[in-house]
T-cell receptor, first 112, second 114 residues
């Protein structure tokens, strides 16, 4: 069956450390993968998009990797801050389609 | 810039009642979407409109109807609400298909069906 999985358990880290979130999928062949941030009671906000032919992408303190052989994406936040505390969603996208598939998200808590 | 605006933000319905969720975007995007979000599950696509004048079913369309009123507005209708439709509903838009860019989401409409 087709699945997209993110750690259901919350991730707790200390301020200043690097947070690493994982997104795994099975029986999908996405053309690209996106990461979104969602704060409680708010809509998701786009962070990064990485395409299947890209291994890594960076934006400020964020880094995303995409391994189509392992069917996995890693999302890193370096020098994390309490303001980074939120739920992070990964999403798979497909060529020519509009049906983006979302994971359930991982809750990140950054302690001061 | 307001982005994507949804109304109402909260609604309580009784089983069997009908209602319409409204969505408008001011970014001149071609494509619009309705998702629902339930605890422990990812956002699931209900319906989408690739461009003005077209609508298509997503993953969970049963019990819903949509109307793309014009380029700006995309509404979601529950004809006869059921408790299983208790959820948070998000409207989103994108410039073209989501292949080339991000989805812009509204703040959500929280619906409870008793």
């Amino acid at each position: 069956s087709q699945k997209i999985e993110q750690n259901s358990e919350a991730l707790n880290i200390q301020e200043g450390k690097t947070a690493t979130l994982t997104c795994n999928y099975t029986n999908y062949s996405p053309a690209y993968l996106q990461w979104y941030r969602q704060d409680p009671g708010r809509g998701p906000v786009f962070l990064l998009l990485i395409r299947e032919n890209e291994k890594e992408k960076r934006k400020e303190r964020l880094k995303v990797t995409f391994d189509t052989t392992l069917k996995q994406s890693l999302f890193h936040i370096t020098a994390s801050q309490p303001a980074d505390s939120a739920t992070y969603l990964c999403a798979l996208g497909f060529t020519g389609g509009f049906k983006t598939i979302f994971g359930a998200g991982t809750r990140l808590f950054v302690k001061a | 810039n307001a982005g994507v605006t949804q109304t109402p933000k909260f609604q309580v319905l009784k089983t069997g009642q009908s209602m319409t969720l409204q969505c408008a975007q001011d970014m001149n995007h071609n494509s619009m979407y309705w998702y629902r979000q339930d605890p422990g599950m990812g956002l699931r696509l209900i319906y989408y409109s690739a461009s003005e004048g077209t609508t298509d079913k997503g993953e969970v369309p049963n019990g819903y109807n949509v109307s793309r009123l014009n380029k700006r507005e995309f509404s979601l209708r529950l004809e006869s609400a059921a408790p299983s439709q208790t959820s948070v509903y998000f409207c989103a838009s994108s410039e073209m298909g989501p292949n080339t860019g991000e989805l812009f989401f509204g703040e959500g409409s929280r619906l409870t069906v008793l």
